[in-house]
């Protein structure tokens, strides 16, 4: 993670820009905090909530990026992407150890540890890498369900990503960031927003690292 941050840091500086410069929440800080006495609970809230969160959603930001002619950025966030499906494979390696040494059913305790700390999980998923992760259906739609129904995928044309997820679809982190993705489209067709002085990529590169 250490080393995720730092290509994303090296890259807001080449871009003239600096981390922090656009509001982001704090979640992942918010859960390890939360969890900071109990082991199966931060690797069930962190590796296996918003790691896996990555394998849905960062496809879509990589062809967001590429789409926008950042390609430098886009080959950082595809690395990152492709780095998440170890960290959830490692994540669901250790979680289902921990649980068979305690006799418990992992998929039962994982549902009980997520709807303690997060109440729920939002769709769209990326069920493709998810499996290839480790991680079946099992252990994450049945808690979608419970708020967010899933719900067909509808086609996308030729060659888009089919596991693209929309902004804001990972829980919070849409929150804050609405108004960003209205700043970069502006900023790409040449009407620099009001409110940024930064150049057009590192407003494009800041909008897609929050989402």
């Not at 959603?57 to 690395?79: K, N, W």
């Not at 549902?111 to 499996?131: C, D, Q, T, Y």
């Not at 929309?166 to 209205?182: E, F, K, Y």
Request: glycine share 10%.
């Amino acid at each position: 993670e250490s080393c995720h941050f730092d290509l994303v840091n090296r890259r807001l500086k080449n871009l003239k820009s600096v981390y922090g410069q656009f509001p982001d929440h704090a979640g992942l800080w918010d859960l390890a905090l939360a969890t900071k006495d109990d082991l199966l609970a931060r690797i069930a809230v962190v590796p296996l909530v918003p790691e896996a969160k990555g394998l849905d959603a960062g496809p879509g930001m990589v062809g967001r990026l590429r789409s926008l002619g950042c390609s430098e950025s886009a080959e950082i966030f595809d690395l990152i992407v492709r780095e998440e499906r170890g960290h959830v494979a490692f994540g669901m390696k250790w979680f289902k150890h921990l649980n068979a040494l305690l006799g418990q059913d992992p998929v039962a305790e994982f549902h009980r540890l997520v709807k303690k700390h997060m109440g729920s999980l939002k769709p769209p998923f990326n069920v493709e890498a998810r499996i290839a992760a480790g991680m079946s259906t099992d252990w994450y739609e049945p808690l979608a369900m419970e708020h967010f129904p899933v719900r067909p995928r509808k086609a996308r044309a030729s060659g888009a990503s089919s596991s693209f997820a929309a902004p804001g679809g990972a829980g919070d982190q849409g929150r804050n960031t609405r108004g960003l993705h209205t700043s970069a489209r502006a900023t790409v067709a040449g009407a620099a927003p009001a409110t940024s002085t930064a150049p057009a990529t590192a407003t494009v590169w800041a909008v897609a690292t929050t989402n």
